[in-house]
């Protein structure tokens, strides 16, 4: 049966259209399944009723013309209750309905099974015998399987408009992935094509070797040029730390790396395509077999080059259009820097990519562009997408195909609400953060990927609560060395002085990982990160708290935050290495105070060890993003599960509540760096709960300062016994939107369904 299957599905992958795959599906399962009788059932969103759509055993005329209501019928009762129903002898069930049109009066059997695409019911597939048959297991187990299968095609179909039938004019689709930029988007689709096929170049024997190398070094500086070029078209309009991206890129096409290896193969006897697709597809192997993200998105950038000097091996030109639409939505399998740079900002209107993740190259320069971004959208339909109209929404990873006159309408509305709130926020940014009764919130911000916008904050926050300090790491192509460290970690220190900085060590692994450093695991997020990466290296660690210490001279407002702590014994060893380099600088005539030092508590275990923490550290900074990660086991970069997390789950909201109360009780300051901390429903909760401040990126901060100055101390701690007492995520956003409703404040929410 296995066989057979994987045969249907090829043959059902390669039909030509969508009615040729059903006609073919619908055919092959029957003789797969030795029954009379299989038809497919289409919901139509339009009507609300399932539609015969393919028929191989009922009369052929039925089709398109027998429609039923969801419950109606045991097709019907199939789609209510989203479930297989297997029946020996149908007509005796209490909801069999006989259609005279169909001819089905001479079946006795009945097995259906429903089709469903991202927890959305498209129709039915149902298999029906003359003689009374109970269907056994295995042929339960291959209609589900051929169903989940037609649940792709259908979806795709839906997108592309190829639905064919009158009465199905091809409607809206809507494909999830994961949030990497918010905002929101109405725009038309610009599909983003390989630039040359590196797994199509023949091996040919060169005739002349030299002629090869210099066809080489030739587009390889044609690439050169395009990427300072794109570079420079984004120079105004990004930070220096994300132009350095195009540094890197420059990088990959010196002569010590690709164009050395590939040299060196023409060498060896193959001509300069072949030569370069050799090399390119052994790095791209390697790295896409690195179970990691970041590594992923490294191997896209190589991949990328690669097709770039191919095409100009190949005498092509890229294949960018020459006008793009006024709001374009770049959407492709995988979408570079470089190709960014090439749309220009003010027709930019977002992104779409079927991988990657929110630590790409890209994504990193969409949100300091301020660009809707959503990655990991898998299922998307990609060759038949360019021109469509679409809805983008980048705060809930969602994309809208041929959407609607009543969506694009409502998303219009959305997206001038958003530009008019920004206007009116703006305002009162520079006043204080202070609830109406007096009570002072402080508000912090997330730095490492906008320096420049947030030094322009200065006056507007009390600090910054995290600065990530591998992002220097992770687009340069080495470990930056302490005196460039140092002067990275000045200028952070020099610029928001006398205000507190909180710079975390090196938090690499999980998805954020180091291009010369790679971590191969089966598990990442569970593995080699944090604070157990550095300590396991402690040359790495001790090059960078010696610069942190020597950049801090004269300032007196370094703090250093120890990431991914599990017990005490990591941060004993952490401090001793601060000792050591407070000791060693001391020796080399720098004198340096010891900082303050905290912890980040991200893992459930610290929540059980506070009192020995406390210890130790003088205070506590809640990273709520993988708190809420690994208390609901759920990567939040996984497309398939990431509407599960949720960091206003009952258990993530009581474990916060309780950090709150037990650092109180300790009497250390606790902070929060997470996206909670970035949502005005979620701010207001923490400071019901008695958190000493909140820190979050940039752009969050008006709407999380207007909820703050509108909603007394009171009525927060009000809002945290009511919400700590119920039991679901959906009845917590439920009550979160309704109180903020009351307090006129539901404006500030990211748009609901």
């Known amino acids: 049966m296995l066989e057979v299957l994987r045969r249907v599905i090829q043959e059902v992958n390669g039909a030509r259209n969508l009615d040729a795959a059903l006609a073919t599906m619908v055919r092959r399962i029957r003789k797969a399944m030795r029954t009379d009788v299989c038809s497919f059932y289409l919901y139509d969103a339009e009507i609300e009723a399932l539609v015969l759509m393919e028929t191989i055993g009922?009369?052929?005329?039925?089709v398109g013309q027998v429609t039923l209501r969801v419950g109606e019928g045991l097709v019907g009762l199939v789609a209510?209750?989203?479930?297989?129903l297997n029946l020996e002898d149908a007509p005796s069930h209490p909801r069999f309905r006989y259609f005279e049109a169909t001819g089905e009066e001479?079946?006795?059997?009945?097995?259906?099974?429903?089709?469903i695409h991202q927890r959305r019911m498209l129709g039915v597939l149902v298999v029906q015998q003359a003689e009374k048959r109970r269907y056994d297991e295995e042929d339960e187990a291959f209609l589900i399987t051929m169903g989940a299968q037609l649940a792709g095609v259908l979806a795709h179909a839906l997108a592309t408009g190829s639905l064919s039938k009158p009465t199905l004019p091809g409607g809206q689709a809507m494909f999830?992935?994961?949030?990497?930029?918010?905002?929101?988007?109405?725009?038309?689709?610009?599909?983003?094509?390989?630039?040359?096929d590196?797994?199509?170049?023949?091996?040919?024997i060169p005739t002349d070797v030299e002629h090869e190398i210099a066809r080489l070094k030739e587009a390889i500086e044609c690439v050169r040029e395009e990427i300072r070029a794109a570079g420079e078209r984004l120079a105004n309009r990004i930070s220096a730390q994300e132009l350095a991206l195009f540094e890197v890129y420059q990088q990959m096409l010196s002569e010590a790396a690709l164009s050395q290896e590939v040299e060196k193969r023409i060498r060896e006897g193959q001509w300069a395509p072949g030569a370069l697709a050799d090399v390119v597809r052994r790095h791209v192997q390697y790295l896409e077999r690195v179970d990691d993200d970041y590594l992923r998105e490294r191997a896209a950038d190589v991949r990328d080059l690669g097709r770039r000097v191919l095409a100009h091996l190949q005498e092509e030109t890229p294949q960018t259009p020459a006008n793009f639409p006024e709001s374009t939505i770049l959407v492709g399998d995988e979408i570079s820097v470089a190709t960014l740079g090439e749309v220009p900002r003010e027709r930019l209107a977002g992104l779409v990519s079927m991988r990657g993740s929110s630590t790409s190259h890209v994504a990193i320069v969409a949100r300091a562009m301020g660009i809707p971004t959503v990655s990991g959208m898998?299922?998307?339909?990609?060759p038949r997408l360019s021109g469509a109209e679409v809805v983008l929404d980048g705060h809930r990873g969602r994309l809208f195909v041929r959407p609607t006159d009543e969506l694009k309408a409502r998303y219009s509305s959305l997206i001038a609400e958003e530009v008019a709130l920004t206007e009116v926020l703006e305002h009162e940014q520079d006043l204080p953060s202070e609830t109406p009764d007096g009570y002072e919130m402080p508000l912090m911000v997330n730095t490492g990927l906008a320096f420049d916008t947030a030094v322009s904050l200065k006056k507007r926050i009390s600090g910054v609560g995290l600065y990530r300090t591998e992002v220097p790491f992770m687009i340069a192509e080495r470990f930056p060395g302490e005196q460039e460290q140092a002067r990275l970690y000045r200028d952070q220190l020099e610029s928001f002085?006398?205000?507190?900085?909180?710079?975390?060590?090196?938090?690499?692994?999980?998805?954020?990982?180091?291009?010369?450093?790679?971590?191969?695991?089966?598990?990442?997020?569970?593995?080699?990160?944090?604070?157990?990466?550095?300590?396991?290296?402690?040359?790495?660690?001790?090059?960078?708290?010696?610069?942190?210490?020597?950049?801090?001279?004269?300032?007196?407002?370094l703090q250093i935050l120890l990431p991914m702590v599990t017990n005490v014994d990591e941060v004993d060893d952490a401090l001793r290495l601060l000792d050591r380099a407070i000791r060693e600088l001391g020796e080399e005539g720098v004198v340096s105070p010891r900082p303050r030092v905290g912890v980040m508590l991200e893992v459930p275990a610290t929540l059980y060890q506070l009192d020995a923490l406390a210890e130790r550290v003088d205070f506590f900074s809640v990273g709520s993003n993988d708190l809420t990660q690994y208390l609901l086991a759920v990567d939040r970069n996984n497309p398939r599960v990431a509407s599960l997390y949720d960091s206003c789950h009952p258990a993530v909201l009581c474990a916060m509540a309780r950090l709150a109360e037990e650092s109180r009780r300790l009497k250390k300051p606790i902070s929060v760096c997470g996206e909670l901390a970035g949502d005005p429903a979620g701010a207001l909760l923490l400071m019901g709960m008695g958190f000493d401040s909140l820190s979050m990126n940039a752009p969050s901060l008006p709407r999380v300062r207007a909820a703050i100055r509108r909603v007394s101390i009171d009525a927060a701690k009000a809002l945290v016994r009511e919400t700590l007492a119920l039991n679901s995520p959906v009845a917590v956003r439920s009550h979160l939107f309704g109180r903020l409703s009351e307090w006129q404040l539901a404006h500030l929410l990211p748009p609901r369904d």
Request: no cysteine; charged share 20%; glycine share 8%.
């Open 176 to 196: 999830t992935g994961v949030p990497a930029s918010p905002g929101m988007a109405i725009g038309e689709v610009v599909v983003v094509a390989p630039l040359a």
């Open 497 to 557: 002085a006398p205000l507190p900085v909180v710079m975390r060590t090196l938090d690499i692994g999980g998805d954020k990982d180091l291009p010369y450093f790679p971590i191969e695991e089966a598990n990442p997020f569970l593995g080699w990160r944090g604070i157990r990466v550095t300590l396991d290296h402690p040359e790495v660690l001790m090059v960078q708290l010696r610069a942190m210490l020597r950049a801090a001279q004269g300032l007196d407002n």
């Open 58 to 62: 009922l009369h052929s005329q039925a």
């Open 198 to 204: 590196l797994d199509s170049v023949p091996d040919l």
């Open 80 to 84: 209510e209750r989203e479930e297989p």
């Open 378 to 382: 898998v299922d998307l339909p990609l």
């Open 106 to 115: 001479r079946y006795s059997s009945f097995l259906g099974v429903p089709i």
